[in-house]
């Protein structure tokens, strides 16, 4: 049995393995062709996800977006959500050298500033763009380690498989449960750590802030951790170049934030203002943004069918 499933991992990892070298040395005009023929098919045949996303739309939007911009999101999350697959395969295989050369970093002097400082920093992002680029970019351009924390599936395999990527260029992954302490020790180690905030969340695991004028929940981590131990929350966002070649992060500077002696009102007024920069990269660049997620479901359950 146990050589069984020996054989099993073997031919997981082998497979997933050789994906990777064949997106990686495939001709970019053949990668992103073929990118662009599974997200059509994915568009014409995806009711689910379809359906979620064009209630996301209607319900942030006020029903203002007209159809034509609706479905342009749409098929841009759809090419987005399968470029970043192909390109998490590819980095499961990579070398500094290739995050060097397709990544670009808008406003770089702002980290570097606070490294060389020693500022602890809680690096923010979303699922915007190929977000999965953004710590190896941050390790592999600063040449500074970061931990970072992931929510586990429920497959050991491919768990496996995920955090053994993710944990390449210098990066330490940690799982979402009990991810605390291990953060909190991240920060006074090597002071950077890595958070993706924009899922929605369980009452008893996030704060109620405005998104978009909706009541959403929102994770009060990045908060906590500033508000005691005095890091800067840095948000960066990952777009794509035209052509795919590129993915361009913006680093936004560090909040401004002045805290007072209510603690509790600092971590709401705090995690608000994190939505906010959130809500306005969004509106910025709408196609960007992974509309598949059911981000008003906590408080507003009726719009999703599924």
Request: net charge positive; proline share 3%.
């Amino acid at each position: 049995m146990k050589f069984l499933r020996f054989l099993k991992e073997i031919a997981f990892f082998s497979s997933l393995k050789a994906l990777g070298y064949l997106f990686l040395f495939m001709p970019h005009f053949l990668r992103f062709g073929f990118a662009k023929g599974i997200a059509f098919i994915l568009y014409l045949l995806d009711s689910r996800r379809k359906f979620d996303l064009l209630a996301n739309l209607e319900f942030a939007y006020n029903g203002s977006l007209d159809d034509f911009k609706k479905h342009e999101i749409l098929k841009t999350n759809y090419l987005n959500l399968v470029y970043n697959s192909m390109s998490f395969f590819m980095l499961s295989v990579s070398h500094r050298k290739h995050i060097l050369k397709i990544t670009c970093l808008e406003n770089p002097e702002i980290i570097t500033a606070l490294l060389q400082k020693g500022e602890k920093i809680i690096f923010t992002t979303a699922h915007y763009g190929n977000w999965e680029y953004t710590t190896p970019a941050f390790t592999c351009i600063f040449n500074h380690p970061i931990t970072a924390i992931v929510r586990m599936t429920q497959s050991d395999l491919i768990n496996t498989y995920l955090t053994k990527t993710r944990s390449k260029f210098q990066i330490k992954i940690l799982n979402k449960q009990g991810a605390m302490l291990g953060l909190v020790k991240a920060l006074n180690k090597n002071k950077v750590i890595g958070i993706v905030t924009d899922q929605n969340t369980a009452k008893n695991e996030g704060l109620l802030v405005k998104f978009f004028d909706k009541n959403v929940r929102h994770t009060p981590i990045a908060s906590i951790l500033s508000l005691k131990y005095n890091a800067k929350i840095v948000h960066a966002f990952a777009s794509y170049s035209q052509d795919y070649r590129k993915i361009i992060i913006k680093i936004l500077p560090p909040i401004n934030f002045f805290p007072t002696e209510d603690l509790q009102a600092d971590i709401q007024s705090l995690t608000q203002l994190q939505s906010d920069i959130l809500e306005q990269a969004i509106r910025e660049n709408p196609k960007e943004w992974l509309w598949f997620h059911k981000k008003f479901k906590n408080q507003y359950p009726e719009i999703y069918r599924y």
